[in-house]
């Protein structure tokens, strides 16, 4: 092994894409629900249970971390599926979900991700690095701290509005943890602030579509877990957007780990923000 480098300094992107690559192809080995369907009989650190395809989407990540250990990078993992991993040096901290939308892609439904970001700290404040795959469209999204974020290579206009209609309420609302239940709670409240819902069952891919102003906001009417949003928000925050997670010690308190700590609200204004800080979860 060579000597220890900072984690931060290292390919991340390179990194991301190979384990694109590695996940693309075991998903085309197991193209039915059938085969995607079967569960380990456990449940991961995040508390669902554990599909054989999330099992082996996480291993296929971290037999691209195991490389860069090799090759002298140290750090601190947390995933969804086995919680943290000591890579040597509990400073960095690189935060995966092998596949946000694991139901989604159990059914086939278009939208899943590969959810990686690389931390200097404990919250969501400190991620330096933030990478999303969506397997359904096939896009790539990523950012850099304080040096922008990219969707398939293409910078994002951090200018982008949001759209409202006369009577103020947003155009096009993403919602998560859409249960009919937390749906029921908080409709009165979606109904006043917005034209139209739409629920992908990821928040990783979900975020992304508010950093290119496709979605206007986002709220997640349950806790969301550090794992979801920990890329997905600085990609947010890099394109012009802004991200509150409410249930915390300020806006990006959330703690970077697979359990559930607060719903997480995203928009492209502080009005709208502020908006949707109001409805109940």
């Known amino acids: 092994m060579t000597s220890t480098r900072s984690a931060l300094d290292a390919?991340?992107?390179?990194?991301?894409?190979?384990a694109v690559a590695g996940l693309e192809r075991m998903l085309a080995d197991a193209p039915t629900t059938a085969e995607r369907a079967l569960e380990t009989g456990t449940r991961g650190r995040?508390?669902?249970?554990?599909?054989?395809?999330?099992?082996?989407?996480e291993q296929l990540v971290l037999d691209q971390l195991d490389v860069l250990r090799e090759e002298g990078y140290q750090f601190v993992v947390c995933s969804e599926e086995r919680g943290e991993i000591d890579y040597g040096d509990h400073d960095v901290r690189v935060i995966i979900d092998p596949i946000d939308g694991s139901l989604n892609a159990k059914r086939g439904i278009s939208h899943y991700a590969l959810s990686i970001a690389v931390a200097n700290g404990?919250?969501?404040?400190?991620?330096?690095?933030?990478?999303?795959?969506?397997?359904?469209?096939?896009e790539t999204w990523w950012a850099w701290r304080g040096r922008g974020a990219w969707l398939d290579g293409a910078l994002l206009d951090p200018t982008l509005p949001?759209?409202?209609?006369?009577?103020?309420?947003?155009?096009v609302l993403g919602i998560e943890s859409?249960?009919?239940?937390?749906?029921?709670?908080?409709?009165?409240?979606?109904?006043?602030n917005a034209y139209r819902l739409r629920a992908l069952g990821t928040i990783a891919a979900?975020?992304?579509?508010?950093a290119a102003a496709r979605f206007d906001g986002l709220v997640t009417l349950r806790r969301s877990r550090g794992v979801d949003a920990?890329?997905?928000?600085?990609?947010?925050?890099?394109?012009?957007g802004l991200i509150s997670f409410p249930w915390c010690d300020g806006p990006l308190g959330a703690p970077l780990t697979a359990e559930p700590s607060s719903p997480v609200i995203a928009a492209r204004s502080q009005e709208t923000l502020?908006?949707?800080?109001?409805?109940?979860t």
């Open 11 to 18: 390919d991340w992107l390179a990194v991301c894409r190979r």
């Open 46 to 57: 995040g508390g669902d249970r554990t599909l054989e395809i999330d099992q082996e989407a």
């Open 122 to 138: 404990q919250t969501m404040a400190d991620v330096a690095f933030g990478f999303v795959h969506d397997f359904g469209p096939s």
């Open 162 to 171: 949001e759209r409202r209609g006369r009577d103020g309420r947003i155009e």
């Open 178 to 192: 859409a249960d009919p239940r937390w749906v029921a709670k908080s409709i009165e409240s979606l109904e006043q």
């Open 206 to 210: 979900s975020l992304c579509q508010v």
């Open 230 to 240: 920990a890329a997905g928000q600085l990609i947010v925050r890099e394109a012009g």
């Open 274 to 280: 502020s908006m949707l800080e109001k409805v109940p």
